[in-house]
């Protein structure tokens, strides 16, 4: 079955500490990858996305993942995280040729200063 | 910017109530999609609509229907509310054509049975 896995079910962090935060997929085919985060009191927005090519994918707040085929993992990371940064993380995956998202259960990161 | 908007940001019903949760979008999307979020349990699907008039169950349709009248909106319907039913909605919607596109969400409406 396609299944999408985060396994950081909650993670605190001190500010300028570096991020990962894993997430595995099982599906059968091409499959796109993204991350969403959703910040308190606000709706979920997208981060970045992988479809193809290079697998070091950049998004938006110098975020970064990572697709590793052979691991089946699209890993998010940060150098460095900020305050502002505290929210949940969504790790999701979409077959090739359905319209349907499979999402992760979701990390929450809280950062102190 | 793609705008998703749903009827309600709280709303609080008691056992037994017919609820309806509206979403409308206004970027002609063919697809929407209702999804419920619970800590732990991430996003679940309940239903999508890829046109006007047809629906798909998702993962947990029971206790659920939708309604598709217009393109833009999408309502999902709980016939007889129970209090396993508190949790936040969300709605979504995207393009099927748009290959290299995602979903884009509304700002979810907290719903509590009593």
């Known amino acids: 079955a396609q299944s999408v896995s985060q396994h950081n079910h909650h993670v605190i962090l001190s500010e300028a500490a570096s991020l990962e935060l894993g997430c595995n997929y099982s599906?059968?085919?091409?499959?796109?990858l993204f991350w969403y985060v959703q910040y308190p009191g606000q709706h979920l927005q997208l981060l970045l996305k992988?479809?193809?090519?290079?697998?070091l994918v950049k998004g938006i707040k110098g975020f970064e993942a990572e697709f590793i085929k052979s691991k089946f993992s699209f890993n998010l990371r940060k150098p460095s995280v900020q305050w502002s940064d505290t929210a949940e993380y969504f790790c999701?995956?979409?077959?090739?040729?359905?319209?349907?998202?499979?999402f992760g259960t979701g990390t929450r990161l809280q950062v102190f200063p | 910017d793609v705008k998703v908007t749903q009827s309600s940001r709280y709303l609080v019903k008691r056992t037994g109530e017919k609820v309806f949760l509206e979403c409308v979008q206004d970027?002609?999307?063919?697809?929407m999609f209702w999804y419920r979020q619970d800590p732990g349990l991430g996003l679940r699907l309940i239903y999508f609509?890829?046109?006007?008039?047809?629906?798909e169950k998702g993962d947990i349709p029971e206790g659920y229907s939708v309604s598709r009248e217009k393109k833009e909106r999408f309502s999902l319907i709980l016939e007889s509310a129970s209090t396993n039913q508190t949790s936040m909605y969300l709605c979504?919607?995207?393009?099927?054509?748009?290959?290299?596109?995602?979903?884009?969400f509304g700002p979810g409406t907290r719903l509590t049975v009593l």
């Open positions: 979504a919607s995207s393009s099927p054509g748009a290959r290299l596109d995602t979903q884009y």
């Open positions: 599906y059968g085919g091409t499959v796109n």
């Open positions: 992988y479809f193809s090519g290079d697998p």
């Open positions: 999701a995956a979409r077959g090739f040729n359905t319209d349907k998202l499979i």
């Open positions: 970027m002609d999307h063919e697809n």
């Open positions: 609509s890829y046109d006007v008039k047809m629906k």
